[in-house]
């Protein structure tokens, strides 16, 4: 455990450092988009493509990894709305709930810390992740929260902004043009690929340390009362009962001849027990769900993820 924690502890350190800057005011809340628009535009994607050019095409497109995935995160969307609305939660503020419940934060913390855990063939796994949660994951629960007539767009409106923001979100693009590059075995010329690994490297620390300043802004941001039985139980079920999830189907899944690589399972089970991904909160003000109850999701998923994923990675470490 205590090797585990000396590999995770660094990126936890990176949040909490972000979050106490924001706290404080050391950086300004103005700031933050800033951060959030090179990440996002800038160091993620050059990381992403980076994983998505060096990896063998095969662990990109492995049908066995999504169809257990996906399976497993539609079961965690059903049972959180199912769970959780009431004569307080209508269908939208449900949704958004599920959707964080059933989304890792994959892209800017799950990437770069299961490849310093496990070594750059995690990469593979953890991109396929990212789009199915951004494309099939994200649209179902808008197409959800759209159920009750929350808003004052309709369905097809709501599927139709869904679809254009993952059109104009870098991150899918620099998958596909990482896949391309690995069938075609394309090397980017030596200028343009130091460029390129120079914003790469920078992911990793400057993503962390967003995070945890997105948190902070989230936090002191919001002043409306949620009660705690409707964030603590779904922040929970993202730490506990998601990687229980997949370990299960997982399992199934092999002992019925599905060929699952059981490297490929390790790295789906802790991408599981990573915390709440911080971009739904953008998507649940963006749609009017109660972003403050999604605020609090993320945070207290992510404060408790040192100890809880630190955790899962010692209890599967005989697996690696």
């Not at 995690?122 to 396929?128: D, E, M």
């Not at 391309?180 to 343009?192: D, I, K, M, R």
């Not at 953008?282 to 999604?294: C, D, I, S, T, W």
Request: hydrophobic share 60%; with cysteine.
């Amino acid at each position: 455990m205590l090797s585990v924690l000396l590999i995770t502890f660094p990126f936890f350190a990176l949040v909490l450092c972000g979050y106490l800057a924001a706290r404080t005011g050391v950086l300004p809340q103005p700031a933050i988009p800033g951060l959030n628009a090179f990440v996002l535009y800038f160091a993620l994607p050059c990381m992403l493509y980076r994983f998505g050019a060096s990896t063998p095409i095969a662990q990109l497109l492995d049908p066995a990894v999504a169809g257990v995935y996906l399976v497993c995160a539609a079961v965690m969307v059903a049972a959180t709305v199912a769970l959780t609305r009431n004569a307080r939660i209508g269908w939208n503020d449900a949704a958004f709930g599920a959707l964080v419940a059933a989304f890792p934060n994959t892209g800017f913390m799950g990437v770069p810390l299961l490849v310093a855990l496990l070594g750059a063939q995690a990469a593979g796994p953890a991109i396929l992740t990212i789009l199915i949660d951004m494309v099939i994951t994200s649209s179902v629960c808008i197409a959800l929260s759209r159920m009750d007539g929350a808003g004052t767009h309709g369905l097809g409106v709501a599927l139709r902004s869904a679809l254009r923001g993952v059109a104009t979100n870098p991150m899918p693009w620099s998958i596909a043009l990482g896949a391309v590059a690995s069938a075609a075995q394309f090397t980017l010329p030596g200028p343009v690929d130091r460029t390129v690994a120079m914003l790469a490297d920078a992911a990793s620390p400057v993503a962390l340390f967003t995070i945890g300043a997105v948190l902070a802004r989230s936090q002191m941001n919001q002043h409306e009362r949620v009660l705690a039985r409707d964030y603590v139980p779904v922040a929970l079920a993202k730490l506990l009962a998601h990687p229980l999830l997949v370990w299960c189907a997982g399992t199934a899944a092999i002992a019925l001849g599905v060929p699952l690589d059981p490297f490929a399972f390790t790295v789906l089970v802790l991408l599981a027990a990573l915390p709440s991904a911080s971009n739904v909160s953008l998507l649940a003000e963006k749609f009017g769900a109660n972003n403050g109850r999604v605020a609090r999701i993320i945070l207290v998923s992510t404060a408790l993820a040192f100890l809880s994923f630190s955790g899962a990675v010692a209890l599967l470490q005989p697996a690696l």
